[in-house]
């Protein structure tokens, strides 16, 4: 009996280029697709970005969080009082400061949104072991991560980022990976070129057609690990 492989499509960066942002949920839904959408707090000011992420259908396209203020560059210097200064990332800090942001996130996702993702995403793939705690107080369940995050948040594996221009490039690059039960794809809606934009139509067939591969969204992930001790092998050896 052959092993179920899923593949999951991470969208980074919600707030950034709202024209490339709807032009990539089309692109992915239009063909069958499943996705899901890493919303930066400070962004959910906007009221029609807002409106368009409540008219998403959950079962296709689920939102994450992807930090509050989305600082996530590991060494900022800049000039202080006559001196440089190093900044951390949003969630490379305390266990103080990433409960402030996450309860950040939370007070203004339930303001605009009225809804309550499980799934966190930090930017920037960044992040110590401080946060943890402040996820479980804010009741996130999942995260993806390159490294395994601990047994009290579900480990969402991160696999590749989508970087290609043609076909065969992402095909060769996907060679590497192809073995996985879950491969998730990381993309940054704002930062794709049109060649990549019309890239994506091939990638989508490519995993479902010809790679068997079935789309998922995150919290489907958590049923299947239940009844796929495949998955949850897979999950559990997504070590450093």
């Known amino acids: 009996m052959l092993k179920k492989k899923y593949v999951i499509f ?7 280029d709202f024209f490339k942002l709807k032009k990539w949920v089309d692109i992915v839904v ?9 919303v930066i707090g400070k962004y959910l000011k906007n009221r029609n970005l807002v409106s368009y992420l409540k008219s998403l259908e959950k079962e296709k396209i689920e939102l994450f969080c992807h930090g509050y203020s989305h600082s996530y560059f590991p060494f900022i210097i800049r000039k202080v009082f006559g001196r440089n200064k190093i900044f951390p990332t949003e969630f490379d800090r305390s266990i103080k400061s990433h409960n402030i942001s996450l309860e950040k996130y939370r007070y203004i996702e339930y303001k605009n949104l009225a809804s309550k993702t499980i799934i966190f995403g930090p930017p920037g793939n960044t992040w110590n072991k401080n946060v943890v705690e402040p996820l479980l107080k804010n009741d996130f369940k999942m995260m993806f991560s390159w490294r395994n995050v601990g047994s009290d948040i579900l480990t969402i594996p991160l696999t590749d980022n989508f970087k290609q221009y043609n076909i065969e490039d992402f095909i060769n690059d996907y060679k590497k ?10 993309f940054h809606h704002a930062n794709l070129s049109k060649e990549q934009f019309e890239l994506i139509f091939e990638v989508i067939d490519f995993l479902k057609n010809k790679e068997n591969r079935i789309f998922i969204t995150p919290t489907e992930l958590l049923k299947i690990k ?15």
């Open 30 to 38: 239009k063909n069958n697709g499943k996705g899901s959408l890493g």
């Open 10 to 16: 991470k969208d980074d960066d919600v707030g950034k």
């Open 226 to 240: 239940k009844n796929d001790k495949n998955v949850l092998k897979t999950i559990s050896n997504n070590t450093d």
């Open 177 to 186: 990976n192809k073995d996985k039960i879950i491969y998730t794809l990381q």
